[in-house]
């Protein structure tokens, strides 16, 4: 499989004040902080972190909502940033997102038609759009009379889908889906991945999924990325990090997945308790960001930031543990 | 296959319904579209309601000067005659026109240009922009008023530019305040990333979630614009004898007060009539909305 998009090395710093006595020194916040991943065609990226370890600042960047500090992004090996150029329309068709909570991402004063017609009027303009709006609601499984409702008559699953539609009208080969799921009940949930997944290998879409919800990503990701304070701590196969994952903030996070029988008890890793919660990112820790957190930190992490080592084919760590000073495994 | 329109015009009536319900719910707010609607009704029928509409101009009639209210001159009549309940039906022409013409000379613009402020918050256009509208709200109003209308020639056209000129900054000010916040929501970042147009964001996607606010400032602005005409015409820059300003009107009464106290005190009651009236409307229409958002 290609790939599809890369980002290598994606910083993204926010200047949020001043500090100092003379207001010199500006105080920033990392919220992505050298970032590397490549999503290849047809499969579903996960993204997992705490809340603000910076996970939707990527996607808002590979929308082109920021410009990266640092680093760039390429799409089918074009960088989506080249000075000030305005991206593309072509681009801006093939990559399409769907934000976490479709309460904001509707807006209150337009019809349903209205929504799912925009891309349409910009990318593909039609004189009787209608029937193409009523086979992407369709597509969605929405009914087709509802192009005439407003988003406040429609449910959070709805509204959900209604989004989805939105994305799915230009044809994109690329869409970022910011916890599509979040902000809906759990009965619904299940419907909307469900749906991603069947659209999926309807029009061969590669996914960036991000969430917060690991267990989710075992049954829908092919990869998943763990982010941890603005950079990526581990990435693998699905599979393969579930059963065997080496980071300690990775093994903390799967031991904290709440199970019901001794048979799932038994897949999870040793038990690690999780201590404290994530820093904010306005004082990163040194080091290793994760060290004052972590059950194996050494003398090191607190001076030096790891690097990323493959440690197996396609399973990438980013802990000294691993590194080759350290001998490795 | 096509989908039914009528459902959705279903919906927009049972909306209205439902609106309506919220709004009738306090009686005050009731009152105030009442008093409106008569107040409208008389402005624009005036020639047929009033008793004497040739009293509305030029007109005298020593004989009846200085009436005291009667059965035949409901408010009395002024000191050369004239019924002072027909001048004022024709004296709300003067104050509702006012109103109108000035808030529609002062909403596009002021709307327009808290749009483009708050859309670019944080940028050279926002700090232009919103420092101009700083400088025209920092002159007391009354006085900017005063002082355009005594450089012109002192008349109604004149008055209203003066108006006009000191009350765009208040519809900047609240566009922008709702504009500002509206432009973190995730649906502008939805048609940005699209790729729509600035003029497709600023009118399509922020300008609709903007309209209630506006409307229910324009009802409670009403009053105040025909308050600053009055007061204008009060002082002899507004409305000019012989035409019937209710400002004029208080203004010429009040040289015999407390005697002949029908003459002003009459056109002073038509103005709080008014001004009250529109201020229980946009009351009621702001709880309306408010209760919309829910």
Known sequence: MTDLLTATGLKKHFVIGQSGILKRKPITVKAVDGVSFAVREGETFGLVGESGSGKSTVAYTIIGMYQPTEGNIAFRGQSLFQGDKKRSSAVKKEIQIVFQDPGSSLNPRRTVKQIVELPLQIHQPEKDPLPKIVRLLEMVELPPDYVHKYPQMLGGGEKQMVAIARALATNPSFVILDEPTSALDVSIQAKIINLLIRLQEEFHLSYLFITHDLSLMRNVASRVAIMYLGKICEIAEAAEFFRNPYHPYTQMLLSSIPVVSAAEEELKPKKITSRGEIPSPVNVPSGCSFHPRCPEKMDLCSMEDPLMVEVEEGHTVRCHLFSPEQGGL | ?294
């Open chain 2, 1 to 294: 296959m096509v989908p039914a329109k009528p459902l959705a015009s279903a919906k927009r009536m049972e909306n209205l319904r439902r609106n309506w319900y919220k709004f009738s719910r306090n009686r005050m707010s009731i009152l105030g579209l009442f008093t409106v609607l008569l107040v409208t009704f008389l402005a624009v029928f005036a020639p047929l309601v009033a008793p004497y509409p040739k009293h509305a101009s030029a007109f005298v009639d020593f004989a009846n000067a200085s009436r005291p209210p009667s059965l035949e001159y409901p408010f009395g009549t002024d000191v050369i005659g004239r019924d002072i309940l027909s001048r004022i039906f024709f004296g709300f022409r003067f104050s509702l026109g006012m109103g109108v013409i000035v808030l529609s000379l002062v909403v596009p613009p002021g709307v327009v240009l808290g749009l483009v402020a708050g859309y670019n918050q944080g940028t050279w256009l926002d700090t232009v922009i919103m420092r101009i509208t700083d400088i025209f709200l920092a002159v007391p109003s009354l006085v900017l008023a005063l002082a355009i209308c005594s450089v012109l020639t002192p008349n109604l056209f004149n008055a209203m530019l003066a108006v006009s000129l000191m009350w765009w900054p208040w519809y900047a000010r609240l566009v922008y305040g709702l504009a500002s916040t509206l432009r973190n929501e995730f649906f502008v970042a939805s048609a940005e990333t699209i790729g729509a147009s600035k003029f497709h964001i600023l009118f399509r996607e922020i300008l609709p979630n903007c309209i209630s606010p506006i409307f229910t400032k324009m009802s409670l602005d009403m009053g105040w614009v025909i308050i600053i005409g009055s007061a204008l015409s009060f002082v002899g820059l507004g409305v000019q004898a012989p035409r019937p300003g209710l400002g004029t009107m208080v203004s010429d009464g009040s040289k015999y007060l407390p005697e002949q106290w029908w003459i002003s005190v009459f056109p002073s009651l038509a103005i709080v009539l008014v001004v009250l009236g529109f201020n229980l409307l946009g009351d009621g229409l702001r709880d309306m909305f408010a209760a919309e958002e829910v």
